[in-house]
């Protein structure tokens, strides 16, 4: 079964670009920048961001289909806890993001939203109470 989130990958026609934007948003340099890929170790539990040249869609190498591939935003959305979504989707959108799904209380403290990084990837933002009570965190009220 199911063990755990182990790599999020996206696609990117710019990887120059998207080793910037990235490293802005995570606060680290890559771990793992090679031609074609790039791959941040990030949050709590250090899971694996890769960042695919967007020139391999559809070759071997490829694990999801590209933006380019679909026409639009693509891909399976991975959702990744923060502490204040309106806040992160707030900085996201500043850094050149488009809001995707505005945030949306989902009721019992869930709060997810999704953004579409320049490259045309959907980046999902959510606050999870699950997430915290696993970590051993108790959430402050109204979150």
């Known amino acids: 079964m199911l063990r755990g989130l182990t790599t999020t990958s996206f696609y990117s026609p710019d990887l120059p670009a998207t080793k910037r934007w990235y490293t802005e948003l995570f606060g680290i340099p890559p771990y793992m920048d090679t031609p074609g890929y790039l791959e941040w170790r990030i949050g709590d539990h250090q899971h694996e961001f890769g960042v695919i040249d967007s020139a391999y869609a559809g070759s071997e190498l490829a694990r999801t289909p590209s933006p380019d591939a679909v026409g639009g935003p693509a891909g399976a959305v991975a959702f990744w806890h923060v502490d204040d979504v309106p806040a992160v989707v707030a900085k ?8 995707h799904d505005a945030p949306r209380d989902r009721g019992e403290g869930f709060i997810t939203a999704t953004v579409v990084d320049p490259w045309g990837n959907v980046l999902g933002v ?8 696993v970590l ?8």
């Open 92 to 99: 996201l959108v500043a850094m050149g993001a488009k809001e």
């Open 126 to 133: 959510m606050h999870n109470p699950h997430y915290l009570a």
């Open 136 to 143: 051993g965190e108790n959430p402050p009220a109204g979150r």
